[in-house]
């Protein structure tokens, strides 16, 4: 009595520390609401229970360092630094649905990879031991600030809480078919079909003896006597040339086919190019290659067959003996966009081109300090 302190009467309960409810309907339900109660509500912050008029009073809010929340493809998690990423992979058609946003306006920017899939390597005419010419890789997007190439990164994509339908191109199918072209890939696209956020345009094919490398995301190369194709400049992708260059000049967005080179006064092809550089990018936590260009297929002549970019790019055939038997272009890699291997010449029906490989969409965003 003479100590004038005050007796707390709370019914035989505990002070708790940790208090297991995570929502505010919880902690307002009259669970454990002693003085001292401390509870973390992770739409608000934590709190304490002040046994008076004031109720719950906040003590760290932790709304504003709240990052958001997504599910969809394959989700894995990275340290860079002092950032701590998750990166969402669509190796096939999916969704990417939001379901919390941040309330600091930058954390709720994505980065983004869009890559759409490579196209397939073309097939020369049988009896003239031509080459096919290599397909292009598929046209490759990023935010996230690619190296190799001379690529430049985009800007990031907003965040809404929304859906958001992910669809990832597939590589353009090969050819066993005399003098016949391989297939274009198909685009890569973030978004609704009909407000597309990020579009990626398939890779070019390469063509058979007398055809031309079709444009695309990275143009497909022409075989002996026919021609490549060029990229879609006025969207930053690269074309396919006749020994895999970038063609139009400047542009810098994956590799392009390469061509097979035209026999001297008669069309039989020597030696196949190599595919064009692709782009390098970090944004899933690895530095890896995508958009590799495929390498041309060799003639009987003179020459080596074109070797596929970066790893990425199928190889081209070859007719290693000048009399056969040749052998096939080798695919490119999948989920990578790279452009098919051209056809190796020779006069047999059996020899296939590589076929194109799928393309692959990455979408990162920052989810805590490390």
């Known amino acids: 009595t003479n100590m004038s302190g005050r007796i707390n009467m709370i019914s035989g309960e505990n002070k708790s520390i940790g208090l297991?409810?995570?929502?505010?309907?919880?902690?307002?339900?009259?669970?454990?609401?002693?003085?001292?109660?401390?509870?973390?509500?992770?739409?608000?912050?934590?709190?304490?229970?002040?046994?008076?008029s004031s109720g719950w009073k906040t003590v760290a809010n932790t709304e504003s360092v709240s990052y958001i929340e997504a599910t969809g493809g394959t989700i894995s998690n990275y340290v860079d630094g002092s950032t701590r990423y998750r990166v969402h992979t669509f190796n096939t058609t999916g969704t990417f649905q939001i379901t919390k946003l941040a309330?600091?306006?930058?954390?709720?920017?994505?980065?983004f990879l869009c890559v759409a899939g490579g196209g397939g390597g073309g097939k020369g005419q049988n009896g003239n031991d031509c080459g096919g010419g290599g397909g292009g890789a598929g046209?490759?997007?990023?935010?996230?600030?690619?190296?190799?190439?001379?690529?430049?990164?985009?800007?990031?994509?907003?965040?809404?809480?929304?859906?958001?339908?992910?669809?990832?191109?597939?590589?353009?199918?090969?050819?066993?078919?005399?003098?016949?072209?391989?297939?274009?890939?198909?685009?890569?696209?973030?978004?609704?079909?009909g407000a597309k956020l990020i579009e990626s345009i398939g890779?070019?094919?390469?063509?058979?003896?007398?055809?031309?490398?079709?444009?695309?995301?990275?143009?497909?190369?022409?075989s002996c006597t026919g021609s490549f194709g060029n990229g879609t400049a006025n969207q930053?992708?690269?074309?396919?040339?006749?020994?895999?260059?970038?063609?139009?000049?400047?542009?810098?967005?994956?590799?392009?086919?390469?061509?097979?080179?035209?026999?001297?006064?008669?069309?039989?092809g020597g030696g196949g190019g190599?595919?064009?550089?692709?782009?390098?990018?970090?944004?899933?936590g690895t530095s890896l290659w995508y958009a590799g260009g495929g390498g041309g297929g060799k003639?009987?002549?003179?020459?080596?067959?074109?070797?596929?970019?970066?790893?990425?790019?199928?190889n081209g055939g070859s007719n290693p003996s000048g009399s056969g038997p040749a052998t096939p272009g080798s695919g490119g890699m999948n989920g990578r966009g790279g452009g098919g291997g051209g056809a190796g010449?020779?006069?047999?029906?059996?020899?296939?081109?590589?076929?194109?490989?799928?393309?692959?969409?990455?979408l990162r965003y920052v989810v805590a300090p490390a």
Do not use: M
């Open 345 to 362: 010449g020779y006069a047999d029906s059996s020899t296939t081109s590589g076929a194109g490989g799928d393309g692959v969409v990455v």
């Open 20 to 52: 297991g409810t995570q929502s505010a309907a919880g902690r307002d339900a009259g669970i454990s609401t002693a003085t001292g109660t401390v509870i973390y509500d992770p739409d608000i912050g934590i709190q304490v229970y002040t046994g008076d």
């Open 236 to 268: 930053g992708y690269s074309g396919g040339g006749p020994s895999g260059s970038p063609t139009p000049a400047g542009a810098t967005y994956g590799g392009g086919g390469a061509g097979a080179a035209g026999g001297s006064g008669v069309p039989k």
């Open 299 to 314: 003639g009987n002549g003179p020459g080596a067959a074109g070797v596929g970019a970066n790893g990425v790019g199928g």
């Open 203 to 222: 890779g070019g094919h390469g063509s058979g003896r007398n055809g031309t490398g079709n444009t695309g995301g990275s143009g497909g190369g022409g």
């Open 139 to 193: 046209g490759f997007r990023t935010s996230a600030g690619p190296s190799g190439g001379g690529a430049s990164a985009e800007s990031k994509l907003t965040a809404q809480v929304t859906t958001w339908p992910i669809s990832v191109g597939g590589g353009g199918a090969n050819t066993s078919t005399s003098d016949t072209n391989g297939t274009s890939g198909t685009p890569s696209y973030i978004g609704p079909s």
């Open 274 to 284: 190599d595919g064009g550089t692709g782009v390098q990018s970090s944004i899933t």
């Open 103 to 111: 309330s600091d306006a930058p954390n709720n920017n994505i980065d």
